[in-house]
């Protein structure tokens, strides 16, 4: 229990570590994918309009400082998912 | 990696998620004979990682960026079932709350990163594991199915793209060249990433891993102390 504690306090700060780059040094993204798809004429159409399209909160695009605190948030909670998810589809003893 | 929307013709989102249907139900299944209660906090931990990880872009060539997958690593450290389901709710929360790739493509994103870079690098380790039989089998096991497996997924991408758009000339070779090429160098990272952590869990935790599970028969004679 103490290990595993250990272990998910670690794991969150590498993650903000991740987060906190990736919103900073690393935040440029142009996909291999996105300029095939431009090449083929392919433009993205969605039916679906996400919450925070790219990372960003609406009205606060470019905002490192709003960006970081999506990063937290969204680690927090896939954090939180994925143990409930492992919890319920563990192997019974 | 991720395909947006409007990238891939209806039909083949459709076979997509067709394709992957069998590997979400044997997986559901499968975490619930092989996933302990000491891979729960691992499984969360990892996950929330490597979706941290994929926020970060990599500058490779010609412009363009790439980012770490994770699923190599997922599959070996928690087996391939917890390591599918593990990458598939990368792929939903990114895809819900990002547009980080369609929900109507979510299939063939699943297949590229779930499936493909999942199973393929479990399936490489095993057999190196199989054939060397000792720690350095098993990192260069890990290096090697890293790398295969993030190929293979961009490879199977620019498949999909490729062949959505096939009122453009040789649009199957060029879609499946580029991504093939780009994603060979992210592959190397992913590659070194993936034997890193692995070295640190055989050191520190080999409790975690769930290795006799993954090959009973042979396992016992495989020597994990450092070579």
Redesign the interface.
Known sequence: MR??KR??T???I???V??I???TY????????D???E?????????????????ELPGLEGNIFANIAI?IF??????????A???V????K | MHIPDGFLDLSISVIMYIAVLPFWIFSLRGMKKVLTDKQVPLMATLTAMFFAAQMMNYPIIGGTTAHLLGGPILAITLGPYAGLISMTIILFIQALFFGDGGIITFGANVWNMGVIGVFIPYLVFLLFMRIMKNEKGILIGAFVGAFIGDVLAAIFAGLELGLSTLNFPYSVQIAVTAMGIHHSIIGVGEGIVTAMILSILLKKRPDLLQLKKMAPIWLPSIDLKRS
């Open positions: 290990e595993s272990m998910i670690i794991g969150i590498v993650s903000l991740f987060v780059i990736g919103c690393l935040s440029l993204s142009q996909e291999t994918l300029k095939v798809a090449e083929f004429g392919l433009s993205e159409s969605s039916l679906w309009s996400p919450p925070l399209p790219d990372y990063g969204s680690i927090l909670m896939i954090l939180a998912f994925t143990f998810i492992g919890n589809l563990k192997a019974r």
